[in-house]
């Protein structure tokens, strides 16, 4: 990898031209039928594949890490209480659920999710205080009646635009996470990602998840992880050690850099956390180049444990190239938007020009962009 240079630091560096063409609006069918675009290090050299390969191309003492979090249908929709909110001529507020607010003892609720919460009985210590996002005019105290008859209520109206909410039933009962949770998986709809003018659909359930997605709460998906059907991902662990990691994606992933220096730039938070089996193994192979991360988002857990040695707590982790990752690992990524956080963290691995480099590579070769698109797979 180069050395990293003063340009590095600037934003306008990470840009770049994609033909709206090569932007990818739904998946390959099958999956497998996806292009990979192979970058060793050592060579300084590209190769190109398909995922149905991917088994035959990574080095047979590879460990894939995985982040097995599960996307939440995060977007719900309802009418404002009061004159005429219940006239389908009313307008339509989207409320785009994020987080749960921490409370005490509640933070391996927020780390692990769902199931967690299910088997945890509700108590004063689980959370009943949500951040969502509320398109239009909203106001403290105001509620907005869901479909399912939920009110959600604003509870207060933060400096960069989102809102404290409870969300409370029909006999106003403050709903706890778990409830919030299964509110959203019976009345809420996929985050689609922001470039993708539409609404989601049966399809994109499916779709905009992974094959081992197991804990709830992310906003969006780790795209890496859609290149497997559950056929090759099982193929994949009869040939290869895995091990998985949890980091609840936020919709600060999608959230842009403004700063032109990008060190002044910060990072979004997010909540990991890191089994005892999973940690084991991290602790053996940081430093040894087994690990192939599968996604960004595996990669950022990987390197926060390596410089923290936490096993759960929020990933604030910005990787660029004046800040490049201390552990040794290979990564399965996509192609990124222009100027943003996760294409700084490929050229924290590679460096910047030879990062945009291999982006004009792909363009000439037609891989498709973004979070539907091909691969690249960096060993």
């Known amino acids: 990898m180069q050395e990293p240079s003063q340009r590095d630091f600037f934003l306008k560096?990470?840009?770049?031209?994609?033909?709206k063409e090569l932007i990818a609006y739904a998946p390959t069918t099958p999956r497998s039928a996806g292009k990979l675009l192979v970058y060793k290090r050592a060579q300084k050299s590209i190769e190109h594949f398909y995922f149905s390969d991917f088994c035959d191309?990574?080095?047979?003492e590879s460990i894939l890490v995985c982040n097995d979090t599960k996307v939440l249908k995060a977007r719900l929709f309802g009418r404002k209480k009061g004159e005429g909110f219940q006239s389908e001529n009313s307008k339509l507020y989207e409320i785009f659920f994020h987080k749960p607010l921490e409370s005490d003892g509640c933070k391996t609720l927020d780390s692990k999710g769902l199931d967690s919460c299910k088997s945890s009985a509700p108590?004063?210590?689980t959370p009943t205080r949500f951040l969502v996002q509320i398109r239009g005019k909203i106001r403290c105290g105001d509620?907005?009646?869901?479909?399912?008859?939920?009110?959600?209520?604003?509870?207060?109206?933060?400096?960069?635009?989102?809102?404290?909410?409870?969300?409370?039933d029909s006999n106003g009962k403050i709903l706890d996470f778990s409830q919030v949770l299964e509110l959203l998986e019976n009345h809420?709809?996929?985050?689609?990602?922001?470039?993708?003018?539409?609404g989601a659909n049966a399809q994109d359930e499916r779709d905009y998840q992974s094959v081992f997605a197991k804990y709830a709460g992310a906003v969006a998906a780790p795209?890496?992880?859609?290149?497997?059907?559950?056929?090759?991902?099982?193929?994949?662990?009869k040939r290869y050690q895995t091990c998985f990691v949890t980091l609840h994606i936020g919709a600060g992933t999608f959230q842009?850099?403004?700063?032109?220096?990008?060190?002044?730039h910060t990072m979004h938070s997010e909540s990991f956390f890191i089994s005892p089996q999973s940690e084991e193994i991290l602790q053996k192979h940081l430093n040894?180049?087994?690990?192939?991360?599968?996604g960004t988002t595996a990669a950022r857990v990987v390197e926060t444990y390596a410089r923290e040695a936490k096993n759960s707590g929020e990933c604030e982790l910005f990787l660029h190239p004046h800040n490049p990752p201390r552990a040794k690992f290979g990564l399965l990524t996509n192609f990124h938007l222009p100027k943003s956080t996760l294409l700084m963290l490929v050229s924290a691995l590679i460096g910047r020009e030879e990062t945009l480099y291999i982006y004009e590579e792909a363009k000439k070769a037609d891989y498709k962009f973004y979070s539907f698109g091909d691969g690249m797979l960096i060993l």
């Not at 795209?223 to 662990?237: E, G, I, K, R």
């Not at 842009?256 to 002044?264: K, L, P, Q, Y």
Request: aromatic share 8%; charged share 20%.
């Open 188 to 198: 809420g709809s996929m985050p689609l990602p922001p470039y993708i003018k539409r």
């Open 123 to 125: 108590n004063e210590s």
């Open 143 to 168: 509620c907005i009646v869901l479909d399912s008859g939920v009110q959600v209520r604003i509870c207060e109206i933060l400096s960069n635009g989102l809102r404290v909410v409870e969300f409370q």
């Open 223 to 237: 795209t890496a992880s859609l290149h497997f059907s559950a056929q090759d991902f099982s193929a994949l662990q």
């Open 288 to 294: 040894d180049g087994a690990l192939l991360c599968v």
């Open 57 to 60: 191309i990574i080095p047979r």
């Open 13 to 19: 560096s990470y840009d770049y031209d994609l033909p």
């Open 256 to 264: 842009g850099v403004e700063s032109e220096d990008i060190r002044t």
